[in-house]
Antibody
Framework: QVQLVESGGGVVQPGGSLRLSCAAS????????IHWVRQAPGKGLEWVAL????????YYADSVKGRFTISRDNSKNTLYLQMNSLRAEDTAVYYC???????????????WGQGTMVSVSS | DIQMTQSPSTLSASVGDRVTITCRAS??????LAWYQQKPGKAPKLLIY???SLESGVPSRFSGSGSGTEFTLTISSLQPDDFATYYC?????????FGQGTKLEIK
């Protein structure tokens, strides 16, 4: 069965950096686009970033563009999110999610990890 | 970016009721719409993709319809396990916008 397990969350000061990881199993990781989606406490869902199956195409929400970098290592079945210049408004649970059902541009998400909490606070 | 607006924000209903949640897009998204269910402290779960396709393993009491800018999620007969928050999401473009959510509460 598909499993996605996030790690790397924690408490960081404004302006700091953090790297999240998402370990995948139960499917052929290298043929799927994978996303990061976040949810601030008590709020709705916000898409963050997408990396295509081969790592050659990456897309970001405007709110994180230039600060966050998505990457993947298909040899390790692992997704990453490098987060720099963190702000209080980046505080959220971060989920990795497997893309499915693609349009020409985007994806729905058919499998999700359990999430990892990132708190940006002084 | 495409904006997604769900209504209502909160819905009170009883077990056995038929309920409908509406999602409107700020521009046409063809049928590139998904619906998710989320329970407190848990990750979202895909229910419907491409506006009306039922995800494997999802009960048939859930159905989706619509195209263009207006979409609906219908639960034909509410079960106790269905009380949760529901989100729509467009994937017509890379912004992957979600609606603000509809909390389905027990009346």
């Amino acid at each position: 069965q598909v499993q996605l397990v996030e790690s790397g969350g924690g408490v960081v000061q404004p302006g700091g950096s953090l790297r999240l990881s998402c370990a995948a199993s139960g499917f052929t990781f290298s043929i799927y686009g994978i996303h990061w989606v976040r949810q601030a406490p008590g709020k709705g869902l916000e898409w963050v970033a997408l990396i295509r199956y081969d790592g050659n195409n990456k897309y970001y929400a405007d709110s994180v563009k230039g600060r966050f970098t998505i990457s993947r290592d298909n040899s390790k079945n692992t997704l990453y999110l490098q987060m720099n210049s963190l702000r209080a408004e980046d505080t959220a649970v971060y989920y990795c999610a497997k893309g499915c059902c693609s349009s020409f541009s985007g994806d729905a998400f058919d499998s999700w990890g359990q999430g990892t909490m990132v708190s940006v606070s002084s | 970016d495409i904006q997604m607006t769900q209504s209502p924000s909160t819905l009170s209903a009883s077990v056995g009721d038929r309920v409908t949640i509406t999602c409107r897009a700020s521009q046409s998204i063809s049928s590139w719409l998904a619906w998710y269910q989320q329970k407190p402290g848990k990750a979202p779960k895909l229910l419907i993709y491409k506006a009306s396709s039922l995800e494997s393993g999802v009960p048939s009491r859930f159905s989706g319809s619509g195209s263009g800018t207006e979409f609906t999620l219908t639960i034909s007969s509410l079960q106790p396990d269905d009380f949760a928050t529901y989100y729509c999401q467009q994937y017509n473009d890379f912004s992957h916008t979600f609606g603000q959510g509809t909390k389905l509460e027990i009346k």
